[in-house]
Structure formats: C-alpha cells, structure tokens
C-alpha cells in the first residue's frame, strides 16, 4: 500500500465533523484529536517548528537545503469534513481494478455508485478506488488533501539529495463551516506563496472561486386557531414558502454550472408561529453577486411591507470573496502547477472552483494562494470517492512543484 493511501486510511478514520453556527475555534472538539496526531506525525518524519495553535491550527516546516534564493513555499489543507453528512464511524473501501459498473456501497440499504447517475466513474475504469459504505461521507474533502502534503513532505525529508527551498505546512480546522483561515497565522506560517490542495479530480487547477455570502431568515408569525384565522392568522412557515419562491428559480445550484451562480436553502425549519430559513448565496462576478445579496434583503423588505414590520429579519455576512484579482499578479504560481502537471504526465485543467477554499481567504490576507485537485469525487455525501492512483500522482505533482520553485532565478 502506497504512503498516502495508508495515510489517507488512517485520517479518514477520525471523525473531524465541524458545526456551523458555533463561536469557538474549531467548532468540535473533536478536530483537536487529528491535529495533534499530524503534529507528532510531522516531527517524527523530522519536520521543524512544529506547533499546534490553542485554536488547533498546525504549522510545520521543512528547512531549505539549497542556499539558492527561492520564495518560501507553502501547502495548506483543512482537516474537518463538511457537516452535509455523517463523519462518524466511516468505513473506507477499496475496489481494486474498478470494472465500470455499478459499485453496491450497502446491499442491506440498497445503496449504490453508479456511472448512470455519476458518470465521472466512466473515467475511472481500471483504477482502485476507495469508497464509502454508503452510511457516512468518506472525508476525501479535505482528508486526501492532508494525506498528499503529508506524503510529500515524508519524501522530501527522506530525499535530502533533492533541492527545494523553505517549505510551510499548515492544516486548518473549520474550513467547511467558512472559518478555516480566520485565525490563521500568516506571519507565523512563513510562506511568501501557497497553494491550497482541496480540489475536485486529477488535473483540475483553480485561480477562481465564487464570492461567497451566507444569508439568514427568521419569520414571525400569528398562531391562531384555523376556524377563526381569517384576517388574523399570519402562518410563519407560509411565508416562508413565500419568502424563497421570491428568488429566481432558475438560480437554484441544480440548475447552474460553470461560472453561473446561485442562492442555495441549506436549512429550513417550522411552524405557524415561526420559521427560519439558512441561505448560501454565490456568485464569480462581483455585480451579479452584490445583486443578489440586494435582492435577498428586498425580498424580506417586500414581506415586511405586506405582513407587517419586523414580521421577516434578513441577515446577509460575506464569507469570502473571488481570489482572482489576487492570483493575477502571481501567474507564475499557475504556470508552475501546470508545468508540474505536464512533466508528471497530467493535462492541466484550468477550471472555476463552484465554491471556496481556504486560500480565497488566504490570499486577500496577504498569501496568494490558488488551489490544487487532490482527485475526490461526490464530496459531502454517501457517495464520495476517489481514485488511489489519483492520491499517488497528486502527491508526485506536489513534489514537483517543489522541485520546480528551486529552479526559479
């Protein structure tokens, strides 16, 4: 078993849910576990200045063996999986020689991966794949991440022959619940440049990322008795039905793709008394994006003014923004992973990221920072997976960049 797929295994058996809505950092106890396990795995490969922040940041370096000027370069991943889907208890499998069929996950549930609903497994035909059992997420977002950057820096600290520069590690908690980079140390950290490794498929590249909001609705309502509620009555959870048919339609992330983006209801709950509404709202171009925080408020307004004020309140917070603007001042970076990809063998893709990572945030706090695939699939559900022979490369492309950054005059 290759180093990164043990050590994949071993990460995705902790489970790392973080919860939203929660003041603390992280957001679950829970986290601190594999953050303290990555710390001591880190000083026993013999990485140096390893330390866990009392918010369960870690942070390692890996000396520069070359006394050529070459930029501090770092790698970040986050160690928490996304609250989407139950973190507890998974139970990874690895089909061996994928025959591109229809893979049972539980036979006593009746669950299944299969190509005719997921046809990126079309692509996958011949590979080892690592599933779920169909019960919980398998954790590749962000787990295969941690697991790739850990592979690399075990090779790089076992490889002393190879040049490199001063390279930075950090893993963050919270990333799913938008505050991974809140109290990251940038100072701290030491790296003048970074990527991010929690994308999507083998090759995929990412520069651009949605601006990101989250909006939230609490409606009050009127409880009456239904044989005299009429003129009387005002049903919380009506209005909210009211409230979201009010946005458009066609903006509903199961419609969209690309740069396209939307207003997703992540939760609702209620009564006639009240009802509370939780929103994402995404969009690439800062306009459109600034337009649809406007009419989400307007929409809350306009019930206001039909039911009465203070019958809806509308919350919207900006979670990040599009890294873009960032990054272009820093193309080399691209260049880079895709000169990286190409000598490994992999055809670069240079894709918009349909959500965020870390480094969105990273990047306005003064570390550039576009993020790399770590070949995951169906992330945030029962139906996650990835490609061993995916991980492996990743982690070769990794350490490619590396050996490509000492190269840079």
């Known amino acids: 078993m290759s180093s ?37 795995e880190l000083k026993a490969m013999g990485a140096q200045d390893v330390r866990v922040s009392p918010e369960s940041y870690v942070y390692g370096v890996i000396p520069a063996n070359t006394d050529k000027s070459v930029p501090s370069l770092g790698f970040v991943s986050h160690m928490d999986t996304s609250p989407d889907a139950s973190g507890t208890g998974v139970s990874p499998r690895i089909v061996k020689d994928y025959d591109g069929g229809k893979i049972c996950l539980n036979a006593e549930k009746e669950i299944f991966l299969s190509p005719e609903e997921f046809p990126s497994l079309k692509g996958y035909a011949g590979k080892d794949l690592i599933v779920t059992d169909g019960t919980t997420l398998l954790g590749a977002d962000d787990k295969a991440g941690v697991a790739e950057i850990m592979a690399m820096a075990e090779f790089l600290l076992t490889h002393s022959e190879i040049p490199h520069g001063k390279i930075c590690i ?28 929690d994308g999507g498929a083998l090759g995929e590249l990412e520069y651009e990322n949605f601006n ?67 929103y ?65 063998g992999v055809s670069p893709l240079v894709v918009p990221i349909r959500g965020g990572t870390d480094g969105a945030r990273l990047s306005y706090m003064g570390l550039p920072c576009p993020n790399l ?14 490609c061993i022979q995916s991980m492996e490369k990743i982690t070769e492309i990794l350490v490619q960049i590396v050996k490509d950054f000492a190269q840079m005059s």
Request: glycine content about 10%.
């Open 4 to 40: 990164v797929t043990e050590k994949f295994l071993r990460y995705v058996s902790y489970d790392t849910q973080s919860k939203d809505g929660q003041e603390q950092i992280p957001s679950t106890e829970k986290q601190r576990v594999l953050a303290q396990l990555l710390a001591e």
């Open 170 to 197: 950090g893993f963050t908690p919270d990333e799913e619940v938008g505050r991974g980079a809140d109290l990251f140390d940038v100072a701290g950290f030491g790296a003048d440049v970074a990527y991010t490794v």
């Open 212 to 278: 990101a909001a989250s909006g939230k609705v609490k409606i009050h309502g009127r409880g009456v008795h239904p044989g005299s509620a009429k003129n009387a009555m005002k049903n919380a959870s009506l209005m909210a039905m009211e409230f979201h048919g009010m946005l458009p339609a066609e903006q509903n992330p199961m419609y969209t793709e690309g740069y396209e983006g939307f207003f997703h209801l992540g939760e609702i709950q209620g009564n006639m008394v009240e009802a509370q509404m939780d």
């Open 280 to 344: 994402i709202i995404r969009d690439h171009d800062q306009e459109k994006f600034e337009a649809k925080k406007k009419l989400f408020l307007e929409a809350a307004a306009f019930l206001n003014a039909k039911y009465g004020e203070g019958t809806v309140e509308a919350t919207v917070k900006d979670s990040y923004y599009n890294m873009k603007e960032k990054i272009e001042p820093h193309m080399y970076l691209i260049d880079i992973a895709k000169k990286a990809m190409e000598e490994q």
């Open 373 to 386: 695939c770590t070949g995951g699939e169906n992330f945030h559900g029962v139906h996650e997976y990835i």
